[in-house]
């Protein structure tokens, strides 16, 4: 099991629709997410700043069997247009500096 941090940005103005639009999430999408391995992944704002704490099996095998899957690619497309920046499927995510467990 991976746990990781992503961070991704949104364009000034988009906060309400990014939060609207991620009240529910299409059931399609979060089936192929937990097929493929998610326990868990919760987004967090910050003004504009987004942060993802993921659970996965292996998020790298999530990447690669979402980067065709029809229902990512028009989710991918949707937010893209809201973020300053698409998201970044290569990135292995955040570094962790310190845990209290």
């Not at 937990?34 to 790298?60: C, K, M, N, P, Q």
Request: proline share 3%.
């Amino acid at each position: 099991m991976e746990r990781l941090a992503l961070r991704t940005r949104l364009r000034p103005g988009c906060e309400e629709i990014y939060d609207r639009e991620h009240a529910e999430i299409p059931a399609e999408l979060e089936q192929a997410m937990r097929e493929h391995g998610v326990r868990s992944w919760r987004i967090y704002r910050d003004g504009l700043d987004l942060f993802h704490f993921v659970e996965v099996e292996d998020y790298a095998a999530l990447q690669a069997a979402l980067r065709d899957h029809p229902a990512d690619r028009a989710w991918q497309a949707q937010m893209n247009r809201l973020l300053d920046g698409d998201f970044d499927k290569g990135s292995g995510g955040l570094s962790l500096v310190w845990e209290m467990t």
